[in-house]
C-alpha cells in the first residue's frame, strides 16, 4: 500500500526569469555543492549544472529562450512537473538544458537547482548496493533535504521511464508518487519515436511528464548559435574561426548533411574546418576550409558547395543546357518556375512541381537528372518512383506506410523516411498517368502544402523538393501530325494539342495544381548526332579512366551510327545508346583488353566497309579532334558487323 501523501505546503512563487539564456553580466556562485556526508549519492553522481554555467565549464547557449520559459512553466506546475525535452538528434535538446543553467546562474536564482546524473545510477548505483527501490527513496529524500526545488538533468527520459516502471510495482509506486508531490522533478530528453514508445508501454509513469518540443532551428538561428560556441573551438584548436565558416557552415550542413539537425550538423563542420586548418598550419579557418571537409564527407566539389543557392539558379539555363540537347524554350519555363518559386511566391508549396509531356527518348528523365544535379549537387538527389508499380488501390499504403494495425506498420514510410533523411532532391514520379486514382489524389496536398500525412501520422515535408511527373500521354500524336517523314512543320499546334490530352487524362483538381506542363518534342537528326557525341566521349572517358591511351574518332563515325540504327525517330536517343554500345563498346573493349598493348598508344574509331575498324595510330597528334577521348595502354585493329539498313536496332 502507498504512503499517505504528505500534507501540502506553499508552493514556491513561479519562477519568471526574464533575462536570456546567455549570460551579459557575471554570473554569481550557487549554493555551495551537496555536503557528501548529508548527500552521498547526489554528490557522488550529479553534477552541478548551475554552478558549471557560473563557471564557465558548459557551452554557452543563444536562441532557446522560448525553450526555457516552457521549461520554467511545467516545472512551476502543481502535478506532472517533470520535463520531457523531445526533438530529433543533434536538434538541441542538452543545449536547451544548458540554456536553462545559464539563465539561472545569470538570474542569481536560488530556488531551482539542476543536477546532471546518468540514468542507471537511479537504478544499478555506484558501488551497486541496495535494492533499486532504496535507492529511489535515498535520492528522493536527499533532493528534500537541499531546502529548493531541484530538478534532475537525465539524458534518456524514455530510459528512465522504462527502468523505473520495470524495476518492480514497489519502486515504480515510489517514482511516481515522488514525480506528483514534487519532491522530485526530473528534466529529461528523448526522440519522438523513444517516447512514443515508452508512453505507450509505460504510460502511467511517462503520464508524470510534460513534454516540450524542441524544434529545429533554421539557417539564421543556427548560424547564432554557431557564433555563440564558435570561440569554445577557436580555443580548443589554437585557430581563430572566422565569420564566413560560421555562415558556410551553417548553410552547407542544412543543405547536404543529412542523417542529422542543426545546429548539430553544422558544428560538426565547424569542428572539422578548425581542425583542418590546424593540421595545415593556418592561423584562421574560413569558409573555404568547411567547403573542403565537406566535400570529403558528400562527394561534392567544393566550389559547388560554395556556391549560393541564388548563384545556382541564376545560371541553371547554363547548366541544363550544357547536358540536355534541345529543348530550349522547355528549359527557359523550367528555369523560370524554379527561380519563381525558390523567391519566395510559393508559400509552403514544393521549389517547383513539373509534369513532362513528349513520347519516349527525348530526354525527360534526363532533364529531371539535371534539375537534380544542377540543384542539389551531391549523392542520392534523386527519388524516382515507377508510378506504373502503383496502379493498384492499396499502393497507397506502399507510398505512405500502413496504418495502425497492419502488418508492415513499424517499417513507416519508404517515401517519408527518404524524404526525412534528404528534403532536398528531386522527386521524380515516372509514368504518372499508371497509378490508381487515388495515388494522384495522395498528391493533392503534396502540390498544393508541400506535405503528406504517413501511416504513423507523421508529416512528410516537400517544401524544399521538387516534384517532376513524366508521362507519354498524347505521344501517338507526333507520328500523326507529321505529314511527310519526321518533320515538326507545326510543333505548337501539336504541343496544344498534347496538353488537352493530358488535361483530360489526369483530375482536374490536381492539373490545378501544377506549376508548368511542359511538352518535350520529338529529337531531330542533329540533336540525337549531339548526343551520340556526348554518349562516345562519356564512353571513352569511362573505358580508358587511368590508363595511358588516346581514342579519337570524327564525323564520318557519326554519320554511320546515325544510318546504321541510331536514328530512329519515334523512340527518341535510345536507339543511339544500344547501337554505340553494340558497334563501338565492344569492338574498343576487345581492343583494350588485349595483353600485348603498348602504353601511350593512339586509337582511332573508323568505319569501314558496314564495320567499325579501331585503328592503332602511330604517333600522338599535337592536338586532338574534337570528340576524342583520353585514356588506356595500346590497340590493334577490331572489326564489328555493322548492318547494312538504316534503321536496325
Given at each position: 500500500a502507498r504512503t499517505a501523501p504528505e500534507p501540502a505546503t506553499a508552493a514556491p512563487a513561479p519562477l519568471r526569469l526574464p533575462l536570456p539564456s546567455t549570460p551579459r553580466r557575471p554570473a554569481r556562485a550557487p549554493d555551495a555543492p551537496p555536503d557528501p556526508r548529508r548527500a552521498p549519492w547526489l554528490a557522488a553522481n550529479g553534477r552541478d549544472l548551475v554552478r558549471a554555467a557560473a563557471e564557465g565549464a558548459i557551452d554557452p547557449a543563444v536562441g532557446r529562450d522560448d525553450v526555457v520559459d516552457r521549461i520554467l512553466d511545467v516545472l512551476q506546475k502543481r502535478r506532472a512537473a517533470s520535463v520531457c525535452l523531445i526533438g530529433p538528434p543533434g536538434v538541441g535538446k542538452t543545449a536547451a538544458a544548458q540554456a536553462l543553467a545559464h539563465r539561472l546562474a545569470a538570474a542569481g536564482a536560488a530556488n531551482l537547482r539542476l543536477f546532471e546524473i546518468a540514468v542507471d545510477s537511479l537504478w544499478a548505483g555506484q558501488d551497486g548496493k541496495g535494492s533499486p527501490a532504496e535507492r529511489v527513496a535515498q535520492a528522493v529524500a536527499e533532493v528534500r533535504g537541499l531546502g529548493v526545488r531541484t530538478a534532475l538533468v537525465v539524458r534518456d527520459a524514455a530510459h528512465f521511464v522504462k527502468a523505473a516502471s520495470e524495476a518492480g510495482p514497489a519502486v515504480e509506486a515510489a517514482v511516481r508518487d515522488a514525480l506528483d508531490s514534487r519532491s522530485l522533478a526530473v528534466v529529461g530528453e528523448a526522440t519522438p519515436e523513444a517516447w512514443d514508445r515508452a508512453a505507450r508501454l509505460h504510460p502511467a509513469t511517462a503520464r508524470c511528464f510534460t513534454t516540450v518540443e524542441v524544434p529545429e532551428p533554421d539557417e539564421e538561428a543556427a548560424g547564432l548559435m554557431l557564433g555563440a560556441v564558435a570561440p569554445r573551438y577557436a580555443e580548443h584548436h589554437g585557430v581563430a574561426i572566422g565569420d564566413d565558416a560560421v555562415e558556410a557552415a551553417a548553410r552547407i550542413a542544412r543543405r547536404y548533411l543529412t542523417g542529422r539537425a542543426l545546429p548539430d550538423r553544422a558544428v560538426h563542420l565547424l569542428d572539422l574546418a578548425a581542425a583542418r586548418a590546424?593540421?595545415?598550419?593556418?592561423?584562421?579557418?574560413?569558409?573555404?576550409?568547411?567547403?573542403?571537409?565537406?566535400?570529403?564527407?558528400?562527394?561534392?566539389?567544393?566550389?559547388?558547395?560554395?556556391?549560393?543557392?541564388?548563384?545556382?539558379?541564376?545560371?541553371?539555363?547554363?547548366?541544363?543546357?550544357?547536358?540536355?540537347?534541345?529543348?530550349?524554350?522547355?528549359?527557359?519555363?523550367?528555369?523560370?518556375?524554379?527561380?519563381?518559386?525558390?523567391?519566395?511566391?510559393?508559400?509552403?508549396?514544393?521549389?517547383?512541381?513539373?509534369?513532362?509531356?513528349?513520347?519516349?527518348?527525348?530526354?525527360?528523365?534526363?532533364?529531371?537528372?539535371?534539375?537534380?544535379?544542377?540543384?542539389?549537387?551531391?549523392?542520392?538527389?534523386?527519388?524516382?518512383?515507377?508510378?506504373?508499380?502503383?496502379?493498384?488501390?492499396?499502393?497507397?499504403?506502399?507510398?505512405?506506410?500502413?496504418?495502425?494495425?497492419y502488418v508492415g506498420f513499424e517499417a513507416g514510410s519508404p517515401l517519408g523516411e527518404t524524404l526525412r533523411r534528404r528534403p532536398y532532391q528531386v522527386v521524380l514520379l515516372d509514368e504518372f498517368e499508371k497509378a490508381h486514382p487515388d495515388v494522384h489524389r495522395l498528391f493533392l496536398q503534396v502540390l498544393e502544402e508541400g506535405r503528406l500525412t504517413d501511416g504513423q501520422g507523421r508529416k512528410i515535408d516537400f517544401s524544399n523538393a521538387v516534384v517532376v511527373m513524366t508521362?507519354?500521354?498524347?505521344?501517338?500524336?507526333?507520328?500523326?501530325?507529321?505529314?511527310?517523314?519526321?518533320?515538326?512543320?507545326?510543333?505548337?499546334?501539336?504541343?496544344?494539342?498534347?496538353?488537352?490530352?493530358?488535361?483530360?487524362?489526369?483530375?482536374?483538381?490536381?492539373?490545378?495544381?501544377?506549376?508548368?506542363?511542359?511538352?518535350?518534342?520529338?529529337?531531330?537528326?542533329?540533336?540525337?548526332?549531339?548526343?551520340?557525341?556526348?554518349?562516345?566521349?562519356?564512353?571513352?572517358?569511362?573505358?580508358?579512366a587511368g590508363k595511358d591511351v588516346t581514342v579519337e574518332y570524327d564525323e564520318t563515325l557519326i554519320d554511320a551510327l546515325l544510318q546504321a540504327g541510331g536514328h530512329e525517330p519515334a523512340l527518341g536517343a535510345r536507339p543511339m545508346r544500344r547501337t554505340i554500345q553494340r558497334l563501338v563498346e565492344a569492338p574498343l573493349a576487345r581492343t583494350l583488353l588485349r595483353p600485348d598493348l603498348s602504353r601511350g598508344c593512339r586509337l582511332r574509331l573508323r568505319p569501314e566497309q558496314g564495320g567499325v575498324v579501331v585503328e592503332d595510330v602511330a604517333e600522338r597528334p599535337e592536338s586532338m579532334p574534337e570528340g576524342s577521348g583520353v585514356g588506356v595502354e595500346n590497340v590493334a585493329h577490331a572489326r564489328e558487323s555493322m548492318p547494312e539498313a538504316a534503321g536496325a536496332s
Open positions: 590546424r593540421r595545415d598550419g593556418r592561423a584562421k579557418a574560413g569558409g573555404a576550409d568547411v567547403a573542403a571537409v565537406a566535400s570529403d564527407l558528400v562527394d561534392v566539389p567544393p566550389e559547388r558547395l560554395a556556391a549560393t543557392d541564388g548563384e545556382r539558379l541564376l545560371a541553371i539555363e547554363r547548366d541544363l543546357s550544357a547536358r540536355i540537347v534541345g529543348h530550349r524554350e522547355v528549359i527557359a519555363k523550367l528555369a523560370d518556375v524554379l527561380r519563381r518559386n525558390a523567391a519566395g511566391f510559393r508559400t509552403r508549396r514544393p521549389i517547383g512541381s513539373l509534369l513532362f509531356l513528349g513520347p519516349t527518348g527525348v530526354g525527360k528523365t534526363e532533364t529531371a537528372r539535371a534539375v537534380a544535379e544542377c540543384l542539389f549537387p551531391g549523392r542520392e538527389n534523386l527519388l524516382r518512383l515507377d508510378m506504373s508499380e502503383y496502379s493498384e488501390p492499396h499502393a497507397v499504403a506502399r507510398l505512405v506506410g500502413a496504418p495502425p494495425g508521362s507519354n500521354l498524347g505521344s501517338d500524336l507526333f507520328g500523326a501530325k507529321r505529314p511527310v517523314g519526321f518533320g515538326r512543320d507545326a510543333p505548337e499546334s501539336v504541343a496544344d494539342e498534347v496538353l488537352r490530352t493530358a488535361r483530360r487524362a489526369l483530375p482536374p483538381e490536381l492539373w490545378n495544381r501544377i506549376d508548368e506542363a511542359l511538352v518535350f518534342m520529338p529529337l531531330g537528326r542533329d540533336e540525337i548526332a549531339r548526343i551520340a557525341r556526348m554518349l562516345l566521349d562519356a564512353s571513352i572517358r569511362s573505358a580508358t
